[in-house]
């Protein structure tokens, strides 16, 4: 019912900036939860940053200042990194759900309903 698509990874200085997107489509609207997700070699897939359907962001501790999450449309989320960090290598993922609250954080991986298959984020120093 749902696809999402990710663009903007690639290969970037260490206190560099950049800019993730999401595309969705389908049926999709503007009570999903919506969030970045973020997977680094040898390492669980975390939350790093999430809007809920009340309009409330959140960050994960390690990214916060730094990270901005926003949702243009229902259809379309970007992810504003800046000052980079080679710990910020990772593959991002562009995640939905129709039923998750985000009153209380992110939450973790499990039990989202929709994937995107993510975009490489590689920081050199």
């Known amino acids: 019912q749902v696809q999402l698509e990710e663009s903007g990874g690639g290969s970037v200085q260490a206190g560099g900036s950049r800019r993730l997107s999401c595309a969705a489509s389908?049926?999709?609207?503007?009570?999903?939860?919506m969030g970045w997700f973020r997977q680094a070699p040898g390492k669980e897939r975390e939350a790093v940053a999430c809007?809920?359907?009340?309009?409330?962001t959140h960050y994960a501790e390690s990214v916060k200042d730094r990270f901005a999450i926003s949702k243009y449309s229902a259809n379309i989320l970007y992810l504003q990194i800046d000052r980079l960090k080679p710990e910020d290598t990772a593959m991002y993922y562009c995640?939905?759900?129709?039923?998750?609250?985000?009153?209380?954080?992110?939450?973790?991986?499990?039990?989202?309903?929709?994937w995107g298959k993510g975009t490489l984020v590689t920081i050199s120093s």
């Open positions: 389908g049926s999709i609207d503007s009570s999903y939860y």
């Open positions: 809007i809920g359907s009340d309009g409330y």
């Open positions: 995640a939905a759900d129709p039923n998750r609250a985000a009153d209380n954080g992110c939450g973790n991986k499990y039990g989202i309903d929709y």
